[in-house]
């Protein structure tokens, strides 16, 4: 079956620790992005990429870095200098950015959890 | 870009039609009203989506007003596991990059009860 896969499904942090989530799709989508949602919140843009080796911040970036090396995936970093990790994290993908019709394909989800 | 604004929350009994409002009177022409939903703890779902015309599908109905400053998503006979958030999105117009978003606010969270 096609889609997005994201692991783990929790994670724990301990102060000062970077910590990455993995996002794989199977979709041969070009784009895909990373949001963030916190309790009662809509979701937030972290960063998103629109082909191998691009990627552009969000609304949100401070703290975070991202990678794509690869098509299928597209791996948040979670650095030390975000000082409020603590959130439910998305990933998503779409055929392309371009397009004003296309829908967006969301992983499971991985909640952060900062000890 | 457009914004939009939905009521925080609403019930609705199982088996009658769930109507959920949403307004997004900044919309400009070429921009696409998108509906989503996310039961808890999991990712949003696609539900639908339309421009001007009233558009059906397996899952749910989108009518758009005439001057396009708000639409109503149907779901035509609610079931328990359609509780979730439904939100209301209107796609973001391509930036200095030439790319366009997505932009979540918090949608309305649905109550369907027995």
């Known amino acids: 079956d096609g889609g997005i896969t994201q692991s783990p499904k929790y994670l724990f942090r301990k102060e000062g620790q970077n910590v990455t989530l993995s996002c794989e799709q199977n979709l041969n989508h070009d784009a895909m992005y990373w949001y963030r949602q916190d309790p009662g919140q809509g979701l937030r843009l972290i960063y998103y990429s629109q082909i191998v080796n691009d990627f552009q911040k969000g609304d949100i970036a401070e703290g975070y870095s991202v990678s794509r090396e690869k098509k299928e995936s597209f791996p948040l970093t979670v650095t030390s200098a975000q000082k409020n990790p603590t959130a439910f994290y998305l990933c998503?993908?779409?055929?392309?950015?371009?397009?004003?019709?296309?829908?967006?394909?969301f992983g499971p989800g991985t909640r952060l959890l900062v000890l | 870009d457009a914004k939009t604004t939905q009521p925080p929350s609403m019930d609705c009994a199982e088996g009658r039609a769930a109507n959920l409002p949403c307004n997004h009177s900044?919309?400009?022409?070429?921009?696409?009203v998108y509906w989503y939903r996310q039961i808890h703890s999991q990712g949003p779902q696609y539900i639908i989506h339309?421009?001007?015309n009233n558009e059906t599908n397996e899952m749910a109905s989108l009518i758009i007003t005439e001057d396009r400053k708000s639409s109503t998503l149907i779901l035509p006979h609610a079931t328990l596991r359609d509780t979730a958030v439904y939100y209301c999105?209107?796609?973001?117009?391509?930036?200095?990059?030439?790319?366009?978003?997505?932009?979540f606010g918090k949608g309305t969270m649905l109550l369907v009860s027995p």
């Open positions: 900044t919309i400009s022409g070429n921009e696409y």
């Open positions: 998503a993908s779409t055929p392309s950015l371009a397009g004003l019709q296309e829908t967006q394909y």
């Open positions: 999105i209107v796609r973001v117009g391509a930036g200095y990059s030439g790319y366009s978003t997505l932009t």
């Open positions: 339309g421009l001007k």
